[in-house]
């Protein structure tokens, strides 16, 4: 992982990558996410279920969770700290499941920048690929952030 701390609009060059670290999605993980936001699907929580009725033979990771914890990757990759604005939209494309136990990260790329009508922030878009320990893409998804610039007001 590149260790880096709040880069700018500027510094975002399309084409550049990023790689965080790795975080291993743990039942406390899984358990906390489900029940304190009212993921009671079966699907989750009902291991019996799930090797009768599904083709995944144990309970899957929420893919809002899996997004939750990549996000947490890509904050403490560092490159947001204290450059990042906001979060603008999110276009996001499950590819497969994620399982209690599972270790992901994430590889971010630079798609694009734009500049605002502000000269102090800058809009950048990157995509972003979930890859488990098996190196497999479990998601992908494009982002806008909204950045702030070297030399704004």
Known sequence: ?????????????????????????GEADHVNFTTSFGFFEPLFMDREYVAQATPYGK????????????????????????????????????VKPVFIGDTVRVAIEVLARRETKKSNRGIVTFSHQVINQNNETVMRYTVKRMMKRKNGD
């Not at 992982?1 to 999605?25: K, S």
């Open 1 to 25: 992982m590149m260790n880096v701390r709040g880069l700018y609009f500027e510094d975002f060059t399309p084409g550049r990558t990023y790689t965080t670290d790795r975080r291993t999605i």
């Open 59 to 94: 309970p899957i990771v929420p893919g809002a969770l899996t997004f939750s914890v990549a996000e947490g990757l890509t904050i403490l990759s560092g490159i947001l700290h204290g450059t990042g604005i906001a979060l603008l939209g999110v276009e996001l494309e499950v």
